[in-house]
């Protein structure tokens, strides 16, 4: 069994084609030799015979020699096409799996920035709630400051007054 046949018998797809040009080619000979036969010297026909043969037998030759070269430069350009092509197919994966882990790792980062933006945010609110009580604690007691010493100059104003008037009280009482 050769090389080109399977386990079954059956020879492969590119030697079956070998295989079917030359059976035309021989149909062709027997044509020739069928028309050769007819002819009234069959001496001269067994020459030409001859000669067909051997003609249609160098032609025969040398297309299987050229089907053959050109079955093995198609295998030649179809192993590199295959490797190439399966070549191609890793770079798509290991590009698919970077842009994947790249895609990943973005997500995580954005995560991590919408997380700190709330943080800042909350602390943003928590800082001004604050500064704004403290401001209205300090108006609120600068205001009640103001409203005592207010309060306080009224009354020192009423007691200085009340000593100016004893104490002119007690001078016209004094002449």
Same mark, same amino acid.
Not at 89 to 110: C, F, T, Y
């Given at each position: 069994? $050769?090389?080109?046949?399977?386990?079954?018998?059956? %020879?492969? %797809? @590119?030697?079956?084609?070998?295989?079917? &040009?030359?059976? @035309?080619?021989?149909?062709?000979?027997?044509?020739?030799?069928?028309?050769?036969? *007819?002819?009234?010297?069959?001496?001269?026909?067994?020459?030409?015979?001859?000669?067909?043969? =051997?003609?249609?037998?160098?032609? &025969?030759?040398?297309?299987?020699?050229?089907?053959? $070269? =050109? &079955?093995?430069?198609?295998?030649?350009?179809?192993?590199?096409?295959?490797? +190439?092509?399966?070549?191609?197919?890793?770079?798509?994966? @290991?590009?698919? =799996?970077?842009?994947?882990?790249?895609?990943?790792?973005?997500?995580?980062?954005?995560?991590? #920035?919408? @997380?700190?933006?709330?943080?800042?945010?909350?602390? &943003?609110?928590?800082?001004?709630? !604050?500064?704004?009580?403290?401001?209205?604690?300090? #108006?609120? #007691?600068?205001? *009640?400051? *103001?409203?005592?010493?207010?309060?306080?100059?009224?009354?020192? !104003?009423? !007691? #200085?007054?009340?000593?100016?008037?004893?104490?002119?009280? +007690?001078?016209? +009482?004094?002449?």
């Amino acid at each position: 069994m $050769s090389e080109t046949e399977s386990a079954n018998g059956i %020879p492969d %797809p @590119r030697t079956a084609e070998v295989l079917r &040009v030359v059976q @035309r080619a021989e149909g062709t000979v027997e044509a020739e030799l069928a028309l050769t036969l *007819r002819a009234p010297d069959v001496a001269h026909g067994l020459v030409m015979l001859r000669e067909a043969l =051997s003609n249609r037998n160098a032609g &025969v030759q040398e297309g299987v020699q050229s089907l053959v $070269s =050109s &079955v093995r430069v198609l295998e030649g350009v179809l192993a590199t096409s295959a490797q +190439k092509a399966a070549e191609f197919q890793r770079g798509q994966e @290991r590009s698919l =799996s970077e842009l994947r882990d790249s895609g990943q790792g973005l997500g995580h980062q954005v995560d991590t #920035l919408v @997380r700190r933006q709330a943080w800042w945010a909350r602390l &943003v609110v928590v800082g001004g709630l !604050i500064l704004g009580l403290l401001f209205a604690g300090v #108006l609120t #007691l600068s205001w *009640r400051t *103001r409203a005592v010493a207010l309060d306080t100059h009224a009354v020192l !104003i009423q !007691i #200085l007054e009340n000593q100016a008037r004893l104490q002119a009280a +007690k001078s016209g +009482k004094r002449r």
